[in-house]
């Protein structure tokens, strides 16, 4: 059974850093493409980044040099760095494999 679960979001000031981890299960590292999208209130779920089975990735524009995803195949884990904080990054953080998805982690950014 797949099951993908976020944690490591919360509360933190702009400039501030948090680090996000997706714990995996019956997801194959091997062969899948793990990432990492958001949802603010009010709009659409957009892809933050993303991380391929050889290690390639790819960012969205709005977080190029701010935030960084990584991943281990022996811990099935997946993480995204993000430094640089900013109110607009606020959002339900999701991890996906793009079959399954996570429930979802709460990131708020506010002074």
């Known amino acids: 059974q797949v099951r993908l679960e976020e944690s490591g979001g919360g509360l933190v000031q702009p400039g501030g850093s948090l680090n996000l981890t997706c714990s995996t299960t019956?997801?194959?590292?091997?062969?899948?493409?793990l990432a990492w999208y958001r949802q603010a209130p009010g709009k659409q779920r957009e892809m933050v980044a993303r991380?391929?089975?050889?290690?390639?990735?790819h960012y969205a524009d709005f977080v190029k040099g701010r935030f960084t995803i990584s991943s281990d195949h022996a811990k099935k884990m997946v993480w995204l760095q993000m430094d640089s904080l900013q109110p607009e990054d606020t959002a339900v953080y999701y991890c996906t494999n793009f079959g399954w998805w996570g429930q979802g982690t709460q990131v708020t950014v506010s002074a």
């Open positions: 019956g997801v194959n590292f091997s062969i899948n493409t």
């Open positions: 991380i391929s089975s050889v290690g390639g990735t």
